[in-house]
C-alpha cells in the first residue's frame, strides 16, 4: 500500500526509498514484530477469558503434558496471521499477484485451522474438525492455488517442475503440476501442524524455512542474480521477500509469548497456515523440491506418523514410542528444550543445505 508513496521522489531522498523491496522488507519486518508485542497482551488475555480450560489435552500423549500444558489457551495463530496481513498490506506492492497467491492461500488454511481450533475449544475435546475433512480442504486450496500459479508462471516454466543442482533441467508435468503442487501445499501445511506440539518446536523452524525461501523468492526475482547463478527466472516472486519479513515480525513476536513456559498456544489457526505459505511460496517460485530439503524437519515428523501408522496396521507393532517422532524423543527422557533446541539445530543445517543449492550447479 505504501509503495504509492515513491511516485513522489524524483529519483532520491526519502521517498525513493519505498522502490527497494529491500527497504519495505524491514519496515514489514518492524511492523509485524510491533503488532505482535502491542496486541499480544490483550489478545492472550482474550483467549484466556474465553477458554477458561484452555486447549485441550490428548490424555494419551505424553503424561507431562497434563502437568504442564493444562489451561493453556490455544488460536495464538491469530496474532501471527493479523500481523502477517496488516505488514503484508502495508509494505508490498498490491498490484503483484504472487502476494496475493501467497496471502490468500496462508490466510484460507488459517480459517480452516481456525475452525478446527475452536471445534476443539467449543467441544473441551481435542477432537476437532476430522483429518480427512482438513486434508481435503486443503488439497482444494492448494488446487487454486496451483493452477493460479500456473498462469502466473512464465510460459517456459508453467506446468514445469525445476531440478535443484542441474542448470535448465525441468520435468514436465503438463497440467499434472497441479495434483503435485496441491500435495505439495496441503502436505506442507500438515506438516507444520504435526510439529507443533512442544513450546516454540515449529515457530523458529518455520522462520528459518521462510526465511531461506524469503532470499530464493527474491534471487528468482531477479533477472541479473539468475543468469549468474543459474536458476529460472520468476518475474515478480522477489515481492515474496515482503510477505517473508512479515511472517518472520509476526513469528518472533508469537514468540516471545510462546516460549517455554508457553501463554499461549499457535493451534491449527497458526500452524496450517504458516505450513501453507510455505508451500505456496516454494510453488510460486518453482522451488518445490528445495523445499523437501529446507523444511526437512516437518518431512521427518510427518514421515516418522506415516511409518508409526502403516507399520502398526500392518505388524500390530510400533516403530517409535510415540508419533511425531518429537514426542519419541520425550518418551526416552529428553527433556522438552533439550528436544526443542536440538530441532533447531536440524532446522538450520537443512536451510543451509537448501540455499546451497542456488550456487551448487
Given at each position: ?9 524524483d ?8 522502490r527497494?523491496?529491500?527497504f519495505?522488507a524491514?519496515?514489514a519486518f518492524v ?6 508485542f ?14 477458561r ?9 505424553p503424561?507431562?503434558h497434563?502437568?504442564t500444558?493444562?489451561?493453556t489457551?490455544t ?9 502477517l496481513?496488516?505488514?503484508t498490506?502495508?509494505?508490498a ?6 502476494v496475493?497467491l501467497v496471502?490468500g ?7 480452516i ?9 467449543s ?11 482438513r486434508?481435503?480442504l486443503?488439497l482444494?486450496?492448494g488446487a ?8 502466473l ?11 535443484p ?8 508435468l ?18 507444520v ?8 518446536l ?26 549468474y547463478?543459474?536458476?529460472h527466472f520468476?518475474?515478480?516472486?522477489g ?7 512479515a ?9 516471545w ?5 508457553a ?9 496450517l497456515?504458516l505450513?501453507?505459505?510455505l ?6 517460485t ?7 530439503i529446507v ?7 510427518a ?22 517422532i ?11 528444550p ?8 536440524i532446522s538450520?543445517?537443512?536451510a ?10
Amino acid at each position: 500500500m505504501l509503495f504509492w508513496l515513491s511516485e513522489f521522489s524524483d529519483g532520491g531522498g526519502l521517498f525513493n526509498l519505498f522502490r527497494y523491496i529491500t527497504f519495505r522488507a524491514g519496515a514489514a519486518f518492524v511492523t509485524a514484530l510491533v503488532f505482535g508485542f502491542l496486541f499480544g497482551p490483550p489478545l492472550i488475555n482474550l483467549l484466556r477469558k474465553r477458554q477458561r480450560n484452555g486447549q485441550p489435552i490428548r490424555s494419551d500423549g505424553p503424561e507431562s503434558h497434563l502437568l504442564t500444558k493444562a489451561g493453556t489457551p490455544t488460536m495464538g495463530g491469530v496474532l501471527i496471521l493479523g500481523a502477517l496481513c496488516v505488514s503484508t498490506l502495508l509494505w508490498a506492492r498490491l498490484d503483484n499477484p504472487f502476494v496475493w497467491l501467497v496471502l490468500g492461500t496462508t490466510v484460507a488454511f488459517g480459517l480452516i485451522g481456525f475452525a478446527d481450533d475452536y471445534a476443539k475449544v467449543s467441544r473441551g475435546n481435542h477432537k476437532g474438525v476430522p483429518g480427512r475433512v482438513r486434508f481435503a480442504l486443503g488439497l482444494g486450496i492448494g488446487a487454486v492455488a496451483s493452477g493460479v500459479a500456473m498462469i502466473l508462471h512464465p510460459t517456459a516454466l508453467s506446468g514445469q517442475v525445476a531440478v535443484p543442482l542441474f542448470n535448465d533441467v525441468l520435468i514436465n508435468l503438463g497440467w499434472f503440476f497441479i495434483p503435485f503442487a496441491m500435495v505439495v501445499i496441503a502436505g506442507s501445511a500438515n506438516a507444520v501442524n504435526l510439529t507443533d506440539g512442544l513450546d516454540g518446536l515449529a515457530i523458529m523452524p518455520v522462520m528459518i524455512a521462510a526465511g531461506t525461501l524469503g532470499v530464493i523468492a527474491y534471487t528468482v526475482g531477479r533477472v541479473d542474480f539468475t543468469e549468474y547463478l543459474g536458476v529460472h527466472f520468476v518475474p515478480g516472486t522477489g515481492e515474496l521477500l515482503i510477505f517473508v519479513a512479515a511472517l518472520i515480525g509476526g513469528s518472533l513476536g508469537f514468540l516471545w509469548y510462546n516460549a517455554p513456559p508457553a501463554a499461549v498456544f499457535m493451534g491449527d489457526t497458526g500452524s496450517l497456515a504458516l505450513g501453507g505459505a510455505l508451500g505456496a511460496i516454494a510453488v510460486a517460485t518453482k522451488h518445490e523440491i528445495v523445499l523437501a530439503i529446507v523444511g526437512g524437519l516437518f518431512v521427518l515428523e510427518a514421515m516418522s506418523v506415516i511409518i508409526q501408522v502403516a507399520y502398526f496396521k500392518a505388524t500390530g507393532r510400533r516403530v517409535f514410542l510415540m508419533a511425531p517422532i518429537h514426542h519419541h524423543f520425550e518418551k526416552k527422557g529428553w527433556a522438552e528444550p533439550q528436544i526443542v533446541i536440538r530441532f533447531w539445530i536440524i532446522s538450520l543445517v537443512l536451510a543451509l543445505i537448501g540455499l546451497a543449492t542456488l550456487k551448487v550447479r
